[in-house]
C-alpha cells in the first residue's frame, strides 16, 4: 500500500496554503520587478536593445531560483521546528512524496517571475521580448523547473543535516545567481569558474533560455538540454540519498525533534 | 536615568545578536562570498556591454550599497525584540522602548562599513579601478557615513515591521531594490524620469554614494562635503520619522494592547 | 488493509531497551529490558513519572526510533523490519501543541494527513468533517489553528490520530494542559474508542485518569516495568493512601492524631502546620473527625502522589528503583 501520490497532492496543497496565508514567503516574487528595472536600466542605458531579453530573463531566473534558497530549503528545517516531521515520519507516506510535493508548489508558484519581468519590460520601457524558438523555451524551462525543484530539495535535505549550513542559507543566492550564468553568461566568469560553474544545471539551462529568445538557431539543443535534465536528476538523487539518510539517523538516534 | 548607561547595555545586547546572526566562518565564507558574488554580479554587467567605464560605475555602486543592504537589516533586527519576548519589558521599562530600539541594531552599520569597504578595496583592482590610498582612505570614511546614514532608514522600515510583523522582510528589501533601481546605483539618477530623481533624492545612502563617487573621481572636497552633508540632512528627516513611528507603535500597543508577553 | 496478525497481541513488547548518548557521559538507558502485552480492543495505561521511558517506548512503536535492542511488534509485524506495514495501523497523538501547521485551519490539516494515510481526496474531507465533529471542533474547523487554545489543538491532535482509521492508539499525555470539560469529554472519546474495538496505549503522570480510563495499567520507571495491575489497584491505593492537611495543630493534638489507627506518621510541614499519612483506607476519616472536634477548621485531604504510590508498589514487592 503506497500513499505516494495522496500526500504529493496534499503537500503541494498545503503549501500553497501556507503561501496564502503568509504573503511574506512570496517575498522573493515581490523583488523579481525590481531585479528587471535594474538590470533592463543598465542595458537600456548602455543602448544595448540586444541584451534586453537577458535582462529581462534573468531575473525570472534569480527569483525561480531565489525561492528554491529561501522558500523549498526551509521545508524541513520548519516542518521539523514545529514537530510536523516527526509526525510526518509516522505515517505511511514517504517523506520523499511530502517533499517533492511542497517543493514542486514552491517551484511552480516561482515561474510566475517569467511574467512579472516581462510585464516590467512591456510596460516600463515599452520593450517587448518575443520567444523565437518556442519549443525549445518551453522544453527548457521545464528542465530548468526541475532543476530548481531538485536544488531546493537538495539545500532542504543539507540545510538539516549539516551542523550550521543553514546560516549560509542568505548567502546562498548571488553566488548560484553567478554560477548559473543568471544575467552574464558563464563564458564571461574568469576559466576555473567555467568550469565550475558546467557542474550546475542552471548554467547550461540558461545558456539555451537565451538562446530561445534569439533568432539564430540553437546549436546542439538536444545535448544541452540532456546536460540540464541530468545535472538536475543527479541532484535529485543526492537529494533524496540524503533525506534518506537523514530519516536513518533520525531513527537511530533519536533526534528527530530538534537536533 | 544615565541615557549612556542604557545605550551601554543596549549596545552589548545587539554585540551578542550580532554572534548569533554570524560566526566568524559564516561571516567570512558566507556573508563575504555573497557580498562579493553581489558586487561581480554587478560588475561583470559592465565587461557584458564591453565598456570598462560602466564597469567601474557598476562596482562602485554595488560595493557602496552592500553598506545600504546591511544596514537595512536593522529592520529585521528590530523585531528580534518582539520574537523574544521582551518587546512588552522594553516597553514597560522606565528607559523607553524608543531609544533602546534605535541603539540596539548599531552593529550593522559596522560590519555594512566593513564588508563594503572590503568589497571595494578588494574588487578595484580585478575591474580596473585605480585607487591610491588618499583616495582609498576617503572612500572607507564615506562608505561609514554611507552606513550611519543609511540606517535611520533601516530604523524607519523596523518600526513598521514591529507592526506588520509578517510583513517585516518586505519592507527593508523594497526600499532597498528602490534605492537600488532609481538611486543611481547601476544607472544615472538622470536616467529616470524627473519625478523619480527627487524621489531618489530622499535617501541618505543616494547622496553617500554619490559622495564616494566624487572622491573616487578626484572632484573638489568641497563638492564631496556638500554631498555627504544632504546625507546627514535626510537621515536627520528618516531618523525623525522612525522616531515618530515607534512611539506611535508603543502608545497604540498600549491602548490596544497588541504587545503581548511572550509574543 | 493487511490482516496479518489480527489475532495477534495488539502491542508487543519484549525485552526492550533503548539507549541514549550522552556528552561525554556513559549512554542514558531510557527503557531497559521492557515487557508489555496490550490485547485488541484494551485500554492500557502507561503510567510513571517525567522521564520514566514513556516517550521512547512511544516513539519506539510508532517507528521513528529504533530500539537497541529487544523487539516490539503490532498485530505481530515487528516495528523495525515491517516499519512501513506497521504505520497504517497506528494512530499517535504525541502531548502538546507540535505537530500541526499552524497557519492552516483545522479542516484542511486533517486532510492533508488523511492524504498521508492514503486517502483519496473526496475521503479525506468526509473523514476530516466527521473526525472534526467527533471531537467537538467542527463550529471552528475553518479557522486557522494558531488561533486554537492549547485544548482545542490537543482535540484537533486526537482527530488526527484518528485520521488513518487506525486500529491501535499511541496517546502520549494527551490530556496534559486540557481543560477540565475537554479531558472530561476526552474520557468519552477513549470510551468509544475501546467500544470500536481499538486498542489504546495511554501515557500519563494523572493517576486518576489512569484508574478511571484504563482496563490495565502498567507501572514504569528509570524505563523498567514495575508492576502491571488492574487499575483497581491502583484505586486501593490511593484512598488507602490519603493524605491530611491541617493548619493551627497544637503539639498535643498532633500526638494525639499519631496515636490514631492507621495513620503512618504525622510530619511537621511548618509552625503548627502538618501533614498526616495514612495507610489504611477509611482511616483519614477518623483523623478528620479529631481535628475538627479540636476546633482545627483548616483542613484539607488530597491522594498520595505519584512518587508515594511508587514508593508503596516498590516497598510491598521490595523491588529496587535504580538512581
Known amino acids: 500500500m503506497t500513499a505516494s501520490s495522496p500526500a504529493f497532492w496534499a503537500a503541494a496543497r498545503a503549501q500553497l496554503t501556507e503561501f496564502r496565508r503568509d504573503p511574506g514567503t512570496l517575498l522573493t516574487l515581490a523583488t523579481a520587478p525590481f531585479f528587471a528595472v535594474i538590470l533592463l536600466s543598465v542595458t537600456e542605458h548602455g543602448g544595448r536593445a540586444d541584451l534586453a531579453p537577458y535582462a529581462l530573463l534573468a531575473p525570472a531566473v534569480m527569483a525561480s531560483i531565489g525561492m528554491a534558497v529561501m522558500e523549498a530549503g526551509e521545508t524541513i528545517f520548519r516542518d521539523r521546528s514545529t514537530g510536523v516531521l516527526e509526525a510526518v515520519l509516522t505515517t505511511p507516506a514517504p517523506l520523499t512524496a511530502v517533499l517533492t510535493g511542497r517543493i514542486a508548489a514552491i517551484t511552480a508558484v516561482s515561474l510566475v517571475g517569467i511574467a512579472e519581468c516581462w510585464l516590467v519590460g512591456a510596460l516600463g520601457f515599452g520593450v517587448v521580448v518575443a520567444v523565437e524558438h518556442p519549443l525549445v523555451f518551453a522544453l527548457t524551462l521545464l528542465a530548468t523547473a526541475a532543476g530548481v525543484a531538485a536544488t531546493g530539495m537538495l539545500l532542504a535535505a543539507v540545510f538539516v543535516v549539516g551542523r550550521n549550513v543553514r546560516s549560509f542559507q542568505n548567502s546562498l543566492t548571488f553566488p548560484l545567481y553567478l554560477l548559473g550564468g543568471a544575467m552574464v553568461p558563464v563564458a564571461f566568469l574568469p576559466a576555473g569558474f567555467e568550469a565550475l560553474s558546467r557542474l550546475f544545471f542552471l548554467s547550461w539551462a540558461t545558456d539555451l533560455l537565451r538562446d530561445s529568445l534569439a533568432p539564430a538557431p540553437v546549436a546542439h539543443f538536444w545535448p544541452r538540454l540532456a546536460a540540464v535534465a541530468g545535472l538536475a536528476a543527479g541532484m535529485f538523487a543526492a537529494a533524496s540519498w540524503i533525506a534518506h539518510r537523514m530519516v536513518r539517523r533520525v531513527r537511530r538516534t533519536g533526534t528527530v525533534g530538534f537536533a | 536615568m544615565n541615557a549612556i548607561a542604557v545605550l551601554r547595555q543596549t549596545m552589548w545586547s545587539g554585540w551578542t545578536d550580532l554572534r548569533i546572526v554570524y560566526t566568524p566562518t559564516t561571516w567570512a565564507f558566507g556573508w563575504m562570498v555573497r557580498v562579493l558574488c553581489q558586487v561581480v554580479f554587478y560588475s561583470t554587467l ?86 591610491g590610498a588618499g583616495e582609498a582612505a576617503a572612500a572607507v570614511a564615506l562608505v561609514f557615513a554611507t552606513a550611519l546614514t543609511n540606517y535611520a532608514v533601516g530604523l524607519c522600515c523596523g518600526s513598521l515591521s514591529l507592526r506588520f510583523h509578517r510583513m517585516r522582510n518586505v519592507f527593508s528589501n523594497l526600499v532597498l531594490l528602490t534605492m537600488t533601481a532609481f538611486g543611481g546605483v547601476v544607472v544615472p539618477v538622470s536616467f ?36 555627504v552633508g544632504l546625507a546627514f540632512a535626510t537621515a536627520a528627516g528618516w531618523l525623525a520619522v522612525a522616531a515618530a513611528s515607534l512611539w506611535w507603535f508603543q502608545r497604540d500597543a498600549r491602548r490596544t494592547g497588541s504587545i503581548d508577553f511572550g509574543d | 488493509m493487511s490482516h496479518i496478525g489480527i489475532d495477534a497481541p495488539a502491542v508487543e513488547v519484549r525485552a526492550l531497551v533503548r539507549d541514549f548518548r550522552t556528552r561525554g557521559g556513559p549512554p542514558r538507558r531510557a527503557l531497559d529490558a521492557f515487557d508489555l502485552t496490550v490485547a485488541p480492543g484494551e485500554v492500557h495505561g502507561l503510567l510513571g513519572p517525567n522521564g520514566a521511558g514513556k516517550t521512547t517506548l512511544c516513539k519506539i512503536l510508532s517507528t521513528i526510533l529504533l ?9 505481530g509485524l515487528d516495528v523495525v523490519a515491517d516499519a512501513k506495514r506497521v504505520r497504517p495501523l497506528l494512530g499517535i497523538v504525541f502531548g502538546g ?11 484542511q490539516n486533517l486532510r492533508f494527513w488523511a492524504a498521508l494515510y492514503g486517502l483519496g481526496r473526496r475521503e479525506g474531507r468526509r473523514r476530516a468533517a466527521e473526525l472534526l465533529d467527533r471531537v467537538g ?15 482545542m489543538k490537543q482535540r484537533l491532535h486526537l482527530a488526527r490520530g484518528l485520521v488513518g482509521d487506525p486500529r491501535v492508539l499511541l496517546l502520549d499525555e494527551p490530556t496534559v494542559g486540557m481543560d477540565p470539560v475537554s479531558a472530561h469529554e476526552f474520557r468519552d472519546l477513549v470510551e ?13 503522570h494523572d493517576m486518576a485518569e489512569a484508574e478511571a480510563l484504563c482496563d490495565r495499567v502498567s507501572f514504569i520507571d528509570g524505563g523498567r516495568l514495575l508492576r502491571c495491575e488492574d487499575p483497581r489497584v491502583l484505586g486501593e491505593l490511593l484512598s488507602r493512601h490519603e493524605r ?28 503548627g502546620a502538618v501533614l498526616v499519612e495514612t495507610d489504611r483506607g477509611g482511616a483519614a476519616l477518623p483523623v478528620l473527625r479529631t481535628l475538627v472536634e479540636a476546633g482545627v477548621t483548616d483542613v484539607s485531604t488530597a491522594p498520595p502522589t505519584l512518587e508515594e504510590v511508587y514508593l508503596h508498589l516498590i516497598g510491598e514487592r521490595g523491588m529496587a528503583v535504580r538512581p
Do not use: C, K
Request: charged share 15%; no cysteine; aromatic share 8%.
Open chain 3, 97 to 107: 501543541e507540535r505537530g500541526l501547521y499552524a497557519r492552516m485551519t483545522a479542516a
Open chain 3, 244 to 271: 491530611v492537611r491541617a493548619a493551627g495543630v497544637p503539639a498535643a493534638l498532633a500526638e494525639r492524631i499519631a496515636a490514631l489507627p492507621g495513620v503512618e506518621r504525622v510530619r511537621e510541614t511548618g509552625p
Open chain 2, 46 to 131: 559592465g565587461s557584458l556591454l564591453g565598456d570598462p567605464e560602466r564597469t567601474r560605475y557598476l562596482l562602485v555602486g554595488a560595493a557602496v550599497f552592500i553598506a545600504a543592504n546591511e544596514t537595512m537589516m536593522a529592520s529585521a533586527s528590530t523585531t528580534w525584540e518582539r520574537l523574544s519576548g521582551t518587546l512588552a519589558l522594553l516597553a514597560a521599562a522606565p528607559a523607553g522602548m524608543v531609544t533602546v530600539l534605535a541603539a540596539r541594531s548599531w552593529f550593522w552599520i559596522a560590519t555594512g562599513t566593513v564588508s563594503s569597504s572590503i568589497a571595494l578595496l578588494a574588487l578595484a583592482p580585478v575591474f580596473g579601478l585605480g585607487l
Open chain 3, 137 to 151: 471542533l467542527a463550529p471552528r474547523a475553518d479557522e486557522p489553528v494558531e488561533t486554537f487554545s492549547r485544548g
Open chain 3, 192 to 204: 468509544s474508542l475501546r467500544a470500536e474495538g481499538r486498542a489504546v496505549l495511554l501515557t500519563t
Open chain 3, 67 to 75: 530500539p537497541t535492542s529487544g523487539s516490539a511488534a503490532v498485530h
Open chain 2, 192 to 227: 529616470w524620469p524627473t519625478g523619480f530623481q527627487w524621489f531618489a533624492a530622499a535617501f541618505p545612502a543616494v547622496h553617500g554614494l554619490e559622495a564616494v563617487r566624487l572622491a573616487v573621481g578626484g572632484a573638489p572636497a568641497a563638492a564631496v562635503l556638500a554631498a
